[in-house]
C-alpha cells in the first residue's frame, strides 16, 4: 500500500511558478515510478510527468516541456513538479501517482491539488 499527499496548489497569474509536493508513505519510496497528471474542467485526466526510481529518467508531454520539471527526493520520499511560466491552459486539479509495479499503469492515486491561473 501506498498513501500520497499533494501539496503547493493555489492561484497564480499566468507567467508566474509554482511548485507541487507530493509526499508518499507507506512502501519505499525508491523503489517505484511517480507521476503527475492533471485534470482540467470537463476534461479527461491528462499525464504531465514521469519519473523513474532508478535511473531518474524524465518524461513530459508535449505541452509542458521546457516549463514544468518533475524530481524527487527519495530521503524525504516526495515528488516534486516545479511548474514556471505558467498559462491559463494548466488550470487543473493536480495529481500524483505511483507506478509500484513498473508496468506504466499507475496503481496509486493522491486525493489532488488544485492549480489556477489567472490572466
Known amino acids: 500500500q501506498v498513501q500520497l499527499v499533494e501539496s503547493g496548489g493555489g492561484l497564480v497569474q499566468a507567467g508566474g511558478s509554482l511548485r507541487l509536493s507530493c509526499a508518499a508513505s507507506?512502501?519505499?519510496?525508491?523503489?517505484?515510478?511517480m507521476g503527475w497528471f492533471r485534470q482540467a474542467p470537463g476534461k479527461g485526466r491528462e499525464f504531465v510527468a514521469r519519473i523513474s526510481w532508478g535511473t531518474l529518467n524524465t518524461y513530459y508531454t508535449d505541452s509542458v516541456k521546457g516549463r514544468f520539471t518533475i524530481s524527487r527526493d527519495n530521503a524525504k520520499n516526495t515528488v516534486y513538479l516545479q511548474m514556471n511560466r505558467l498559462k491559463r491552459e494548466d488550470t487543473a486539479v493536480y495529481y500524483c501517482?505511483?507506478?509500484?509495479?513498473?508496468?506504466?499503469?499507475?496503481?496509486?492515486w493522491g486525493q489532488g491539488t488544485q492549480v489556477t491561473v489567472s490572466s
Open positions: 501517482a505511483a507506478d509500484v509495479k513498473g508496468t506504466l499503469e499507475y496503481d496509486y
Open positions: 507507506g512502501r519505499t519510496f525508491s523503489t517505484y515510478a
